[in-house]
């Protein structure tokens, strides 16, 4: 069937194989959808912004896509004609199939041959990469076009900038044709199937399951998981995924009612015990040992952190973790407040340099450095003290060891790791502020470089949200340094 109306789109089928009851949703009842997360929402500009740099692999290429995404159907026909006319390269190209619409990213004209090319912003292949490029090609080829080879371009993780990009060495280009060749007749049977899911009266009955987060968060969770308590199961950070379904289909859905019995870990049974008896576990002689004297020279650190997929500096790659702002708070031996200072990098100097310099200032005003979950700080220091050994030198306590370590463990906070839940159960002031997440900041960060008059509103957020961590992260030092001062 060759008609360009189409029941169910790429990102359908996706959301389809994933869970039919997400998929009957999305279609019937769209107005149930959690709102969309600043995580997703980095992940989506990011892959948008690569898709157009790919392009470059092919240049001077056509772009068939529509003005709107209701205008589907031109773009189908405008595809057509670009075919008929043997064009070399088509961007956006699209078709219809069976009831399904798909757009390939880029379709080549070589040697007489048509070629697809499907374009990923990840660093590897995935499973449901290969489902993708799979409905794709069943889509393009069922509508009439032969395909002589299907690849999947992705990033190359071992590319390093020097001077120049090259786009041929930065994405890798992986001939899937044989791969996808095996799912054509699943993905004809997922096909009728979801067909016949999005003609139903009724949602499917379809329980929570681990399909739920994968491969993507499900985005109607907020409808499915009504019924799952705030503080339950699956909110204990020291089961698995396995185990807390477990429990869940066990009709267990708050930890208080695990039987002891259902753990064999040790260290899970002692938790169990810590939540069923409302105590707090802490292994003093670790934690004295971790954190040391208290009356040293101190500065707190809250680093943000992104990972842009481009690297825009020589000797940088795809994807590597990198600042672009720092916060530091210096607490002198007797000091009371913290002296807090605020580094914005600039955008167009490397940002390792920088970092290295504000690390070096900072190191040469304290004898310790103070951050949460923060691994980098520590590697970047290292490195910098074998290059540098003028460096004054520092020690490092990362807090969120007390918690991976197990030194300690409050059942309020059940395992979870987010230090300004931690600190706000010490300090009620702190729960009232609304801070940054990671992906708030960054989704701002790139607003401002983009944009300057959004700089200073920022600033203003970034500084206070900085604040807020390195008050946490100070409140729970010393929390834990209270702890060994009492018996
Ligand atoms: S939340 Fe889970 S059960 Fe509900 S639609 Fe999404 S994947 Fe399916």
Same mark, same amino acid.
């Given at each position: 069937?060759?008609?360009?109306?189409?029941?169910?789109?790429?990102?359908?089928?996706?959301?389809?194989?994933?869970?039919?009851?997400?998929?009957?949703?999305?279609?019937?009842?769209?107005?149930?959808?959690?709102?969309?997360?600043?995580?997703?929402? !980095?992940?989506? *500009?990011?892959?948008?912004? &690569?898709?157009?740099?790919?392009?470059?692999?092919?240049?001077?290429?056509?772009? #068939?896509?529509?003005?709107?995404?209701?205008?589907?159907?031109?773009?189908? #026909?405008?595809?057509?004609?670009?075919?008929?006319?043997?064009?070399?390269?088509?961007?956006?190209?699209?078709?219809?199939?069976?009831?399904?619409?798909?757009?390939?990213?880029?379709?080549?004209?070589?040697?007489?041959?048509?070629?697809?090319?499907?374009?990923?912003?990840?660093?590897?292949?995935?499973?449901?990469?290969?489902?993708?490029?799979?409905?794709?090609?069943?889509?393009?080829?069922?509508?009439?076009? *032969?395909?002589?080879?299907?690849?999947?371009?992705?990033?190359?993780?071992?590319?390093?900038?020097?001077?120049?990009?090259?786009?041929?060495?930065?994405?890798?280009?992986?001939?899937?044709?044989?791969?996808?060749?095996?799912?054509?007749?699943?993905?004809?049977?997922?096909?009728?199937?979801?067909?016949?899911?999005?003609?139903?009266?009724?949602?499917?009955?379809?329980?929570?399951?681990?399909?739920?987060?994968?491969?993507?968060?499900?985005?109607?969770?907020?409808?499915?998981?009504?019924?799952?308590?705030?503080?339950?199961?699956?909110?204990?950070?020291?089961?698995?995924?396995?185990?807390?379904?477990?429990?869940?289909?066990?009709?267990?859905?708050?930890?208080?009612?695990?039987?002891?019995?259902?753990?064999?870990?040790?260290?899970?049974?002692?938790?169990?015990?810590?939540?069923?008896?409302?105590?707090?576990?802490?292994?003093? #002689?670790?934690?004295?040992?971790?954190?040391?004297?208290?009356?040293?020279?101190?500065?707190?650190?809250?680093?943000?952190?992104?990972?842009?997929?481009?690297?825009?500096?020589?000797?940088?790659?795809?994807?590597?973790?990198?600042?672009?702002?720092?916060?530091?708070?210096?607490?002198?031996?007797?000091?009371?407040?913290?002296?807090?200072?605020?580094?914005?990098?600039?955008?167009? &100097?490397?940002?390792?340099?920088?970092?290295?310099?504000?690390?070096?200032?900072?190191?040469? *005003?304290?004898?310790?450095?103070?951050?949460?979950?923060?691994?980098?700080?520590?590697?970047?220091?290292?490195?910098?003290?074998?290059?540098?050994?003028?460096?004054?030198?520092?020690?490092? &306590?990362?807090?969120?060891?007390?918690?991976?370590?197990?030194?300690?463990?409050?059942?309020?906070?059940?395992?979870?790791?987010?230090?300004?839940?931690?600190?706000?159960?010490?300090?009620?002031?702190?729960?009232?502020?609304? !801070?940054?997440?990671?992906?708030?900041?960054?989704?701002?960060?790139?607003?401002?470089? #983009?944009?300057?008059?959004?700089?200073?509103?920022?600033?203003?957020?970034?500084?206070?949200?900085?604040?807020?961590?390195?008050?946490?992260?100070?409140?729970?030092?010393?929390?834990?340094?209270?702890?060994?001062?009492?018996?």
């Amino acid at each position: 069937m060759t008609t360009s109306k189409h029941a169910l789109s790429k990102s359908a089928f996706i959301r389809g194989w994933q869970c039919h009851k997400a998929l009957y949703l999305y279609k019937k009842r769209y107005y149930l959808r959690d709102k969309l997360t600043p995580e997703r929402l !980095v992940k989506f *500009k990011r892959g948008t912004n &690569i898709g157009l740099i790919a392009r470059d692999l092919f240049p001077e290429g056509v772009d #068939a896509s529509p003005s709107t995404p209701f205008q589907y159907a031109k773009s189908v #026909a405008y595809t057509q004609s670009l075919i008929s006319q043997n064009t070399n390269t088509i961007y956006e190209a699209a078709f219809v199939y069976n009831g399904v619409l798909a757009a390939l990213d880029i379709l080549a004209y070589q040697d007489g041959k048509w070629y697809g090319y499907e374009v990923k912003s990840s660093l590897a292949i995935s499973e449901t990469y290969l489902m993708d490029a799979a409905l794709q090609y069943y889509v393009i080829t069922g509508s009439g076009l *032969k395909l002589d080879g299907f690849f999947i371009i992705y990033m190359n993780e071992d590319y390093v900038l020097n001077s120049e990009p090259k786009l041929n060495e930065l994405f890798i280009q992986q001939n899937v044709t044989k791969d996808i060749l095996k799912l054509q007749s699943f993905v004809q049977q997922e096909i009728e199937e979801q067909l016949v899911v999005i003609k139903l009266d009724k949602s499917p009955a379809i329980d929570i399951g681990t399909y739920c987060d994968y491969p993507y968060p499900c985005d109607f969770k907020g409808h499915c998981w009504k019924r799952v308590p705030q503080n339950s199961v699956f909110k204990l950070q020291w089961l698995d995924e396995l185990q807390k379904f477990d429990l869940y289909y066990k009709g267990i859905l708050i930890p208080d009612n695990i039987p002891y019995d259902f753990l064999t870990d040790p260290v899970q049974i002692r938790k169990l015990k810590a939540h069923k008896e409302n105590i707090v576990l802490t292994n003093k #002689a670790a934690l004295k040992d971790f954190l040391g004297k208290r009356n040293q020279q101190l500065c707190f650190l809250r680093v943000w952190y992104h990972k842009p997929a481009l690297p825009l500096f020589d000797g940088l790659k795809p994807y590597e973790q990198l600042p672009f702002f720092i916060s530091s708070g210096i607490l002198g031996e007797k000091d009371i407040k913290m002296e807090i200072n605020h580094y914005l990098l600039e955008p167009d &100097i490397n940002p390792l340099i920088q970092f290295r310099q504000i690390l070096s200032d900072v190191a040469a *005003k304290c004898n310790c450095i103070v951050t949460f979950n923060d691994k980098e700080v520590r590697l970047i220091y290292d490195e910098l003290a074998s290059s540098s050994p003028e460096i004054n030198p520092v020690s490092f &306590i990362d807090l969120e060891n007390i918690l991976s370590l197990n030194y300690y463990y409050d059942p309020i906070f059940f395992g979870q790791s987010d230090i300004l839940d931690i600190a706000a159960h010490f300090n009620n002031e702190l729960a009232k502020e609304k !801070v940054l997440s990671d992906a708030e900041a960054i989704l701002e960060y790139n607003e401002a470089v #983009a944009n300057l008059p959004e700089a200073a509103s920022f600033m203003n957020k970034i500084k206070k949200s900085s604040d807020q961590y390195l008050i946490s992260i100070r409140s729970f030092y010393n929390f834990l340094h209270d702890i060994l001062e009492t018996d």
